[in-house]
C-alpha cells in the first residue's frame, strides 16, 4: 500500500487560497485515480475533486468547481490542490487518496484504498 503525504494546510482568510500537497512514497501502484477529500467535525467524508494520473481528465464537487484545481506531477508523484476564494465552509481536514478505478472517476470514499493523515484547512470569516 503507497504511503500519502498531505501538506499545505494551514489557518488563511475568506477570499484568500492555499495550496495542498500530496506526495507519494512511490508510484501509486495499481491506482490510477488521486482524490482529494474533506471532513468538518461532525459531517461525513465529502469528496472535493480527483485526476487520472495517466491523462489528467478530473472531477470536481459542485461546491468547489472554479474555485479549486487539481493537478500533478507525475515526475514527482504529487498531486495538489489549488483553491482560491476560500470560503468558512471549506473548512476540514482535507485527505488525499488512491484509487484504481474504471469508467468514471470515483468520488465514494470507499473506492480509495489509500489514504494520507490529512492536513487541517481553516478559514476564517
Known amino acids: 500500500q503507497v504511503q500519502l503525504v498531505e501538506s499545505g494546510g494551514g489557518l488563511v482568510q475568506a477570499g484568500g487560497s492555499l495550496r495542498l500537497s500530496c506526495a507519494a512514497s512511490?508510484?501509486?501502484?495499481?491506482?490510477?485515480?488521486m482524490g482529494w477529500f474533506r471532513q468538518a467535525p461532525g459531517k461525513e467524508r465529502d469528496f472535493v475533486a480527483a485526476?487520472?494520473?495517466?491523462?489528467?481528465?478530473?472531477r470536481y464537487a459542485d461546491s468547489v468547481m472554479g474555485r479549486f484545481t487539481i493537478s500533478r506531477d507525475s515526475v514527482e508523484n504529487t498531486v495538489y490542490l489549488q483553491m482560491n476564494s476560500l470560503k468558512p465552509e471549506d473548512t476540514a481536514i482535507y485527505y488525499c487518496?488512491?484509487?484504481?478505478?474504471?469508467?468514471?472517476?470515483?468520488?465514494?470514499?470507499?473506492?480509495?484504498?489509500?489514504w494520507g493523515q490529512g492536513t487541517q484547512v481553516t478559514v476564517s470569516s
Open positions: 512511490r508510484r501509486t501502484g495499481s491506482a490510477n485515480t
Open positions: 485526476i487520472r494520473w495517466s491523462r489528467g481528465s478530473t
Open positions: 487518496a488512491a484509487a484504481f478505478t474504471v469508467g468514471s472517476i470515483a468520488t465514494i470514499p470507499r473506492a480509495y484504498d489509500s
